[in-house]
C-alpha cells in the first residue's frame, strides 16, 4: 500500500472520530423536565423571570450569579451560572443555558460562557415600521 493511502485512511478516521465526539454540542434544545431526568449537560431555552430579582454580588463572589428562567413550557427553575453577570442582562429576550440540573436543590447549573441572551434589537422599531408598510 502507499503512504499516500495511508494518511487519507487516518484522516478519515480522524475527521469521523471528531464528528462523532461534536455531535453533542449539535443537539436540540430540552426544558427543564428533560434535564431532570438527564444526568449529562442539556441546552434549556426560555425566558427571564423578571418578578424575581437575580442575585449578585461580586464582593462576596464574582463568579456566582443566580436567577429565576422559565422554559418553553412555562416551568419555572432557579439558574445559578458560574461566572459574572453578562451585561444589560435585564433587558434580554430570551436566554438559552446549557448545563445540568442538580438534583439536590432543584437548581440548573451552568458553566461560565456556557449562556447565551438574545437582547432586544435595536433596528426593531424600523421592522415594525417596514412590515406596517408593506
Not at 70 to 83: C, F, I, M, P, W
Request: charged share 25%; with cysteine; net charge neutral.
Amino acid at each position: 500500500m502507499k503512504k499516500t493511502y495511508i494518511i487519507a485512511a487516518l484522516l478519515v478516521v480522524g475527521a469521523m472520530a471528531l464528528l462523532m465526539s461534536s455531535s453533542n454540542e449539535l443537539g436540540t434544545y430540552s426544558d427543564f423536565a428533560t434535564a431532570e431526568k438527564k444526568a449529562e449537560s442539556v441546552k434549556v431555552v426560555g425566558q427571564l423571570t423578571l418578578d424575581k430579582a437575580p442575585i449578585y454580588d461580586p464582593a462576596k463572589d464574582p463568579n456566582y450569579f443566580s436567577f429565576y428562567m422559565k422554559d418553553n413550557n412555562g416551568v419555572e427553575r432557579q439558574v445559578a451560572y458560574l461566572g459574572a453577570k453578562p451585561q444589560d442582562f435585564e433587558l434580554s429576550e430570551q436566554v438559552v443555558v446549557t448545563g445540568v440540573m442538580n438534583k439536590s436543590n432543584d437548581v440548573f447549573v451552568v458553566k461560565e460562557g456556557d449562556m447565551l441572551i438574545k437582547c432586544p434589537s435595536k433596528y426593531k422599531d424600523e421592522e415594525i415600521t417596514l412590515k406596517k408598510s408593506s
